[in-house]
């Protein structure tokens, strides 16, 4: 197709064409199988009822992709609007009880053992590339939801802190305790799993 | 007699500086924000005497940089993330139907 030149839709050849595309999109940010293929799914259909607002200057998979994007993040919206309390906490509390010393004289201080142990999170010599993939897969998996959205939406998609915001409804304050927390339990995780 | 004067003097600096829940905050809030002198200043001090906090510097650095390649990893084309062959075939169908009733 030459440049200028209009895209059409042909959606009878979505799936073999951006199935796979869409799924591996949606499963780096969901980390859920089945939530991925029902996006996946949601995304095709959503594609097929708007189809006529499709103005052809886009691609394709530009397009679909655009669709998935919302989807995920009405799902990352749908777990923020039942952790309300939990925001309210996450705005004033840095700490975490599961990382720090709650009591006097050292509060606030690495409780022990759950401090960084190894000089490097990485160990030495090369990591392959598949082995690296799999512990922080399984490492953002282990994370709450509500962290792995904020953290996802920074670290992965590389949005900018205002849209983040904006798509999740949390407040400037809310997202840098998260994407703190989020850190504090990654590193943790990949530590673990890489001393193992 | 020298152990309890060294327990004093932590517990001393403990009282005025920013403990290491503040400190670990800070080392990831920097990485999206400016740190104002004071909380800068609040920081570095901690660092110069708290060698997990340094640790933790580091090990977020080096965990940044492992997530940057992982998102490459997961743009490449090789990445192995696969549609189900059969939750394919169940899309194929829904939307199928869904054109054939259009």
């Keep these: 197709m030459t440049e200028g030149e209009e895209h059409i839709l042909e959606p009878q050849h979505w ?18 199988q089945e939530k991925a293929e029902d996006l996946v799914q949601e995304t095709f259909l959503a594609g097929l009822r708007a189809r006529d607002n499709f103005q052809g200057k886009s691609t394709e998979r530009t397009w679909l992709i655009s669709i998935l994007k919302r989807k995920i993040i009405d799902t990352y919206r749908k777990q923020y609007a039942s952790k309300e309390s939990s925001l309210r906490e996450y705005e004033q509390d840095i700490s975490d009880g599961d990382f720090y010393r709650a009591e006097d004289p050292f509060r606030g201080h690495w409780l022990e053992g759950k401090g960084p142990h190894s000089h490097s999170l990485m160990p030495e010599g090369e990591i392959e590339q598949e082995e690296l993939m799999r512990i922080i897969r399984e490492c953002i998996s282990r994370l709450p939801p509500n962290l792995a959205s904020a953290f996802i939406m920074k ?34 995780c990949v530590e673990v799993k890489w001393l193992r | ?46 660092l110069l005497t708290c060698h997990l906090c340094r640790k933790y510097v580091r090990q977020i650095k080096e965990l940044n940089l492992a997530v940057d390649r992982y998102r490459e990893g997961c743009a490449h084309p090789d990445c192995q993330h696969h549609l189900d062959r059969e939750a394919g075939l169940k899309i194929q169908q829904v939307v199928g139907r869904e054109l054939n009733a259009k």
């Design chain 2, 1 to 46: 007699m020298l152990k309890k004067m060294k327990y004093r003097v932590m517990v001393f600096m403990s009282r005025r500086m920013i403990a290491c829940d503040e400190a670990s905050f800070l080392i990831s809030y920097r990485y999206d924000n400016k740190l104002g002198l004071y909380r800068w200043m609040g920081l570095k001090m901690h």
């Design chain 1, 155 to 188: 670290m992965i998609d590389e949005s900018g802190s205002d849209e983040i915001c904006k798509d999740l409804g949390i407040t400037p304050s809310n997202l840098w305790v998260m994407l703190h927390r989020a850190r504090l339990k990654m590193r943790e």
């Design chain 1, 15 to 32: 799936v073999e064409r951006y199935g796979d595309y869409l799924f591996n999109y949606a499963i780096v940010r969901v980390n859920d």
